[in-house]
């Protein structure tokens, strides 16, 4: 069966509000299902974790049933799922502890492509370490961050390579497997920002080499939090400051404080909501294999729609798309000669065409590729946009500019 885009809409409460939803990289809309297992999560009893009473069973399973449905989606050992707050606080919680055992003349290797979300918490952990920072750049003119360009920053001092599975700016897909190969190689760890790829691709965490992979359930349809994923015998070996009481099991050794079991909940549904997109949806088979098969439907979808975008944009002159990578995300940037994409912003607001404009936070990139901190017009896909919603920012588009 074909992909019903249709059927996929229909989930979505907050699509009924006639908004054509372009701004997916910063965060989707949330389906019904992820909605009401929030609300079932806190309508049934719920206490704290044991063993004895239906509220602490109904906690632990929330805990048990989340960190699976994350290791399903990343290929990982639900033992090395780790809670967070954001991808933000994962990465500063562990640039801190990592950084821990550095030493002065140490080095960890940033990328120019990324968001600063996992540029700054290197950056400052080295400074603090005394250790080096090294910046591996990107090639504007393509958008592509070679392997090449990595590996000319890795040395026999290097401890971390932190690099983004892919861009949230212009979608770009940087070649992870042999970046880790060179990372690895010199000894170093690789962490790897997954926040917008995971929105957009099938994840392997062992296929990547990705000694840390965090990503963002709000960005695939689920609630506001982050998650990070490593093998639990890397997280025993690391030690974060901790309460005195608090369990020093793996992963709750990282996960500070009650846990919040109702976003855990919504994460697992939106897990299941993802694994339903696919033709395989109601075939038997694990839910990683539905995974694979939904994000296959998802990728065609997108791509269609990303090809029918390019095309119209390309022939009305004037505009700038720097998403130009062979392997990317549907995740276009624009920008216009002589006009300012947040005008462009504004003005498809006014016909309720959300499509963002700014530099996203991935400020190295956008000043890399010359266009200052404002960066430009993102166009983000997804999984429920379609050939109205690109009609209506086509539409606005061409009537903008002319
Ligand atoms: C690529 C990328 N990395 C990191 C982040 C930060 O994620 P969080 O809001 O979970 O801290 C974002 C958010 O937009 C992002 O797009």
Known sequence: MSYDVGAVRAQFPALRSGTAHFDGPGGTQTPASVIAAIGEAMSGPLSNRGGALPGEVNAEEIVRGFRQAMADLLGADPGGIVFGRSATQLTYDFSRTLSGTWSPGDEVVVSRLDHDANIRPWVQAAERAGAVVRWADFDPSTGELSPEAVGAQITGRTRLVAVTGASN???????????????????????????????????????????????????????????????????????????????????????????????????????DFLAGLGAGADAAGGRRERLRSAYAAIDTHETELRESIEKTVGELGGVTVHSRAAERTPTLLLTFEGRDAADAYRFLARSGVHAPAGSFYALEASRHLGLGDSGGLRVGLCAYNDTDDVERLLTGLSDWLS
């Open 169 to 271: 700016l212009i979608g770009t897909r940087p070649d992870i497997p042999a970046i880790a190969r060179l990372a690895h190689g010199a000894g170093a760890l690789l962490y790897v920002d997954g926040v917008h790829l995971t929105a957009h691709h099938p994840v392997d965490v062992e296929r990547l080499g990705a000694d840390f992979f965090v990503c963002s359930p709000y960005k695939f349809f689920g609630p506001h939090h982050g998650v990070l994923a490593a093998r639990p015998e890397l997280l025993g070996s690391l030690r974060p400051d901790k309460l005195a009481p608090s369990t020093d099991a793996v992963p709750e050794r990282f996960e500070l404080g009650t846990l919040p079991y109702e976003s855990m909940a919504g994460t697992r549904a939106a897990v």
